[in-house]
């Protein structure tokens, strides 16, 4: 079992960058993050009058405000996620498949795509995704909410309930609230499958028992951030993202994470060769750029280690 702060440090770590947050809005919906890249996160839906922080966005880097999803206020742990998401964002996404949605079904495609493997089986889903109700006849699912409305469940259900699930869906807020850890763990004998447009495309989930990804991949940034800035809940499938389904087998996560070490890789060689042109053209102090070669040293270490484990524990998988 990882201990339950293990996700947390490595999603920082990850997202340690020193782009700069060109925009951010807290929608109705959606609280979305602009910088290299386009990160999502869902708004707590909590009223509140005031914030301290408003104005002063715009400007900090993504590793400074990536460090507040560690944070227990919930708009803070919001704008922490989406600024995550943004970091983690602005790499290329891992093979997968992509679904063609439309706004009206929204969540649902990733349901629609499970269906024939759900018949039959015990399936819990965290989170209650309007409209799921029309899969009745195809497979019964047991919804925990933490607001529960007409047949769900409260989410403290899930310690009875996860262990004995054959299929997971679980909401990729869960990271945004810290129940993440404790879900992944109840449903570690499960087929797991972690979904939402939340989701920060993450290449080390399969150390935490996931076996599928559901998050979005962007299509029009411009259309999404104003598509959420405006209060878009699903509509934001309607021209600005749609969803991508990858499968965490061995030889995926593998080849992703062969991948991500690839572009760090050749992001320290450029790094550590300006930083060698630095010292020897004369200057004086510390390299401009030594906490961006700091943070991808850092990366590598973590992803080389995830491959490794990999590795030795499936030696004849294709990567």
């Not at 309930?161 to 004998?189: C, G, H, M, Q």
Request: aromatic residues 10%.
């Amino acid at each position: 079992m990882n201990h339950p702060t293990r996700l947390y440090q490595l999603l920082l770590d990850h997202a340690n960058c020193d782009s700069k947050v060109t925009e951010l809005s807290i929608g109705l919906v959606w609280t979305v993050c602009r910088a290299q890249g386009l990160g999502l996160a869902m708004s707590p839906g909590i009223p509140i009058r005031t914030l301290p922080w408003p104005g002063t966005i715009v400007g900090r880097t993504l590793g400074e405000l990536s460090a507040w999803l560690t944070e227990w206020e919930p708009y803070q742990a919001t704008v922490g996620m989406a600024a995550v998401g943004c970091s983690l964002n602005r790499y290329n996404l891992p093979s997968g498949i992509t679904l063609l949605t439309a706004a009206e079904r929204g969540n649902l495609a990733v349901f629609e795509h499970f269906l024939p493997q759900l018949v039959n089986k015990k399936v819990v889903v965290i989170g209650h995704y309007p409209g799921i109700e029309r899969y009745a006849d195809i497979f019964k699912p047991t919804i925990l909410e933490r607001q529960p409305q007409a047949n769900d469940l409260p989410d403290p259900a899930s310690e009875f309930l996860l262990p004995d699930a054959d299929w997971v869906f679980l909401t990729a807020i869960s990271i945004t609230n810290k129940t993440f850890p404790r879900l992944a763990e109840l449903a570690k004998n499960a087929t797991t499958v972690l979904m939402g447009p939340t989701l920060p495309w993450f290449p080390q989930w399969h150390e935490f028992g996931i076996d599928y990804l559901a998050g979005i991949e962007v299509v029009d940034p411009i259309a999404l951030y104003q598509t959420a800035a405006e209060g878009g809940g699903v509509r934001i499938f309607e021209n600005g993202a749609r969803y991508r389904i990858v499968a965490l087998t061995p030889g995926n996560s593998m080849a992703w994470l062969k991948t991500r070490i690839a572009e760090d890789y050749n992001e320290k060689q450029q790094l550590t060769a300006a930083m060698e042109h630095w010292y020897a053209s004369g200057k004086s102090g510390r390299f401009p750029q030594y906490n961006q070669l700091q943070q991808v040293t850092t990366r590598l270490s973590h992803m080389d280690s995830s491959y490794k484990r990999l590795w030795d524990a499936h030696p004849s998988e294709p990567s």
